[in-house]
């Protein structure tokens, strides 16, 4: 059996991964030697924001590389990984689906992109202009990369601006989805989780009044006002934002893919553009949208038999960083 602090070191470093709204759901048991179960909390899925579990899955997937990762970094090598996502469901006593297994034997060095791990963030504001360089490196890779389309021009990158502030304020119409959104933002830092999870001011980029004018307005009913008097979609529209960025790039994988392979390659491509210098924010409901999904496979001639994952604002930050908040690692095992 690892040792207490080297579980806590693993876990704390592969919960670093991106997770939907910062809900963390992976949690991981160490039972013996040879094997690690890796499971979700059902209690932290979004049955409004992703009523399929899909990115629950997707999370727990980012989660299993973020652990395979981790265990390189400390010398262990993983020999094997079964997926269990389809085979399970929540387990209606403990509240959990089992996702994966990870099976070890052996020795291993650190994996390449383990150097990014602590470098990657969601950046969640205006971009930098970048160095002609960097934009090259990143068309470069992306032209490499099946699974990754790169929109670069200033017409494409507004049509996805526009599809990002169309969608999202179809979103945000749905009360449930708008509850379940605030309800996992820490828009004061009094909130008890402000630290733990979730979406704080910091990984918001922003201050106590915006906080608090952002719950007024998405917390109450106030928001049904402000849209019928057609100003909603501006307050929460990122058209600057968006238009900043250096690209726009779209991640999509084969529709067959179980949503932890998905998760896993999910975290590689981010910590690839990572590698490059470039920080991302992700704009996940232009693909969840079916309508926008379907608007930009066609223009982009992404693959009839892939399905667009997600869709990432990319630039560049220079050095700053939002502080963003992660379990303490006693609550990650199980
Ligand atoms: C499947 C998935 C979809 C995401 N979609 C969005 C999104 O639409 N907008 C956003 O701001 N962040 C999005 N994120 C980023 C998460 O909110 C972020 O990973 C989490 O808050 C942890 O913060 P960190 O990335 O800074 O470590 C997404 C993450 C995942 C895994």
Request: charged share 25%; proline share 3%; aromatic share 6%.
């Amino acid at each position: 059996m690892l040792a207490k602090e080297l579980i806590q070191r693993i876990v704390s470093e592969a919960n670093l991964a991106p997770s939907t709204h910062n809900t963390q759901p992976a949690r991981w048991s160490f039972n013996d030697d040879s094997s690690i179960l890796i499971s979700a909390d059902c209690s932290r899925f979004l049955p409004a924001g992703d009523p399929t579990n899909r990115d629950a899955g997707l999370s727990c997937g980012a989660a299993l590389e973020g652990t395979i990762m981790a265990l390189a970094e400390v010398g262990i090598k993983t020999s094997s990984v079964d997926d269990l996502w389809a085979r399970n469901d929540c387990d209606a006593i403990k509240g959990h689906r089992l996702a994966a297994q990870i099976n070890i034997k052996g020795e291993a060095s650190a994996l390449p992109l383990n150097t990014e791990i602590s470098k990657r963030f969601t950046w969640r504001s205006k971009f930098l202009p970048c160095e002609n360089t960097m934009t090259q490196a990143l068309d470069k890779w992306a032209s490499e990369k099946p699974d990754v389309t790169l929109a670069t021009s200033t017409t494409d990158i507004d049509f996805l601006s526009q599809k990002n502030d169309m969608s999202s304020i179809h979103f945000m119409r749905d009360d449930a989805f708008r509850t379940e959104l605030v309800d996992w933002m820490r828009l004061s830092t009094s909130h008890d989780n402000y630290a733990e999870d979730g979406l704080n001011l910091e990984a918001l980029q922003m201050g106590a009044l915006e906080g608090f004018g952002a719950k007024l307005v998405l917390g109450t009913s106030l928001f049904c006002v402000l849209d019928k008097l057609d100003v909603a979609k501006a307050l929460i529209g990122e058209e600057a934002q968006t238009k900043s960025s250096s690209a726009i790039a779209l991640f999509h994988r084969t529709q067959t893919e179980s949503p932890i392979d998905t998760g896993r390659a999910f975290y590689r491509f981010w910590l690839e553009m990572t590698k490059l210098g470039f920080s991302a924010w992700p704009m996940a409901v232009v693909a969840d949208n079916q309508e926008s999904a379907a608007e930009c496979m066609e223009r982009f001639s992404i693959p009839k038999d892939h399905r667009l994952v997600n869709v990432l604002r990319v630039g560049n930050v220079g050095a700053k960083r939002p502080k963003t908040a992660r379990l303490n690692a006693g609550r990650l095992v199980v």
